[in-house]
């Protein structure tokens, strides 16, 4: 029986492995499929994460000190896909992939966000080398210079403002000519002087070299004419899929409260509406997808944890 | 008329900084009269912070990257001491010390609370050296071996039985027969094998050398007897101080919805409830009060007040 099983192993699981064998518990798996350290180890400079500056790391170089740290006091790392998390009586059984089964007394699941591709030639490719999904993360790399955004919800224009305040110029890339962000939004949007709409348009490519990204080609879908942007960073903003599928039950139902768009509803303790269930991360409501948010959510999720095994003793 | 004005130059503050300038806010001041770092300045050592794990290292260090970093995207520090934040109108004044008054569009206050102080010889001298304010910082660094608590309350307890799980014993040192904990609590903990309670008595002495805390001595306050610990931790839970002045206005009124130990209630997107006013780290209810969890609030505030007042435009 595990005190804990930690599920997901990016900047939130592997601090709650930090605080929560720090903190005596003895028993602590996290589960983890690759290598640990979550989207930020794709990343190729990091410099908003307080206490670590350094240009000439890349984001693999700043979750090896994570690790070492995390593990030093004891938590286990298991590379096992978790198919289901389920409160079975007092306790929680982790079923993985194959079909064996871990119990484990409280479970803090950190499974995190994809953000969606919008799938053109080169994303993948120059993906944390120009292209980025982060705005928060990655827009001051690009101050005081033009920068390419992708997507027409109220994330992308929300985000398209935040860069406005930043870079020289924002080209945001819609595919049709009408915008699903509510209309306060795009009011805000289309009053910014150095926000530029371009509508009924798609990235066709978005190339480079070993360096990174060096441009995008822009193609009207209704007269296929392209524009060729140089110098420019682009932001994919075309939603995000919350991993939550461990938190389905048999009958697909989630086994506690989600809102609408998937995320696990949360106080400020990380406590979820199961006891002993706690979420930290990305995937929860509100998250600001930064890595310092997720390593506190984590954290706190853990000494929750600590403080619901003494209140059962 | 600042974008964001920050009341305190700890985690959470000199996050909130770094954000908020990374973010593309001009006009950003920090308000701190002594050094930017906050608490964790006084450690001598620190293990939980994801990403720092070098045991050569003080808190001073530590903060020293952060301050090149927090202050390299345009932030300004003010040593002044603010006096009080109100809000008129649409904007917020500061009033600092002598009088002087500042404008600004949002705040993130974050001025922490500070550990009272149990007041017996040596607890300055040691503090940050073997005496501990803090069970999670530094209860590990007393794995398997004795330390003693001081206090009687529900706090004092509950991190007692947290170092329990850590410690090889825990003697809690307290002043009367009767302990103000609750029952549950109380009981709880005189179950626990390796905890032991030592009533009527206070400790006489913190005692070490240039290394730091060596032992303590322990006087019963009705016998005067006089017991003697060796190698010991000493951990003093006797209370908080929030520092929550600012928030009070010219009739000693809190500006806004406060709990009833003087921390701020704020929801998990650190608003509270005056709109443009935020607040971040140990004086938010429910602060785990850890570098890291501060850290996240400040970033989180941060965000928000970029959001704020992308929604004023």
Avoid at 108 to 136: M, N, Y
Wanted: charge should be negative; aromatic fraction near 8%; glycine fraction near 12%.
């Amino acid at each position: 029986m595990l005190d804990c099983a930690i599920v997901g192993g990016g900047p939130a699981g592997l601090t709650a492995g930090l605080y929560a064998t720090r903190g005596g518990l003895k028993n602590v798996t996290m589960f983890e499929m690759g290598m640990p350290g979550g989207q930020i180890t794709q990343s190729s400079e990091i410099e908003n994460y307080p206490g670590f500056f350094d240009h000439t790391k890349t984001g693999m170089d700043f979750m090896d000190t994570w690790q070492e740290q995390c593990f030093h006091f004891g938590l286990k790392h298991e590379m096992k896909k978790v198919e289901r998390v389920a409160k079975t009586g007092e306790h929680f059984t982790i079923t993985l992939e194959g079909g064996e089964q871990v119990e484990a007394k409280t479970a803090i699941v950190c499974t995190g966000s994809v953000p969606k591709r919008a799938g053109f030639k080169g994303e993948d490719e120059f993906f944390g080398k120009g292209v980025s999904t982060c705005a928060t993360c990655d827009g001051f790399f690009y101050k005081d210079k033009p920068v390419t955004v992708v997507g027409g919800g109220d994330t992308a224009l929300e985000e398209a403002f935040y860069l406005s305040n930043i870079c020289s110029d924002v080209y945001v890339v819609h595919r049709r000519d009408e915008f699903r962000a509510t209309p306060q939004t795009l009011d805000r949007v289309m009053r910014k002087e150095n926000i530029h709409l371009i509508t009924d348009s798609v990235i066709e490519e978005a190339f480079g070299d070993t360096m990174g990204l060096a441009g995008v080609k822009i193609r009207n879908v209704k007269t296929n004419e392209i524009i060729q942007m140089d110098n420019t960073g682009l932001f994919v903003f075309v939603g995000h899929d919350v991993n939550n599928s461990v938190l389905r039950d048999e009958n697909d139902k989630f086994i506690c409260e989600m809102n609408d768009w998937g995320q696990v509803i949360v106080d400020l303790s990380m406590k979820t509406s199961i006891p002993g269930l706690y979420t930290a991360g990305d995937m929860r409501i509100e998250a600001p997808k930064q890595v310092v948010s997720a390593a506190g959510d984590g954290s706190v999720a853990a000494l929750q944890v600590i403080s619901y095994i003494q209140e059962q003793q």
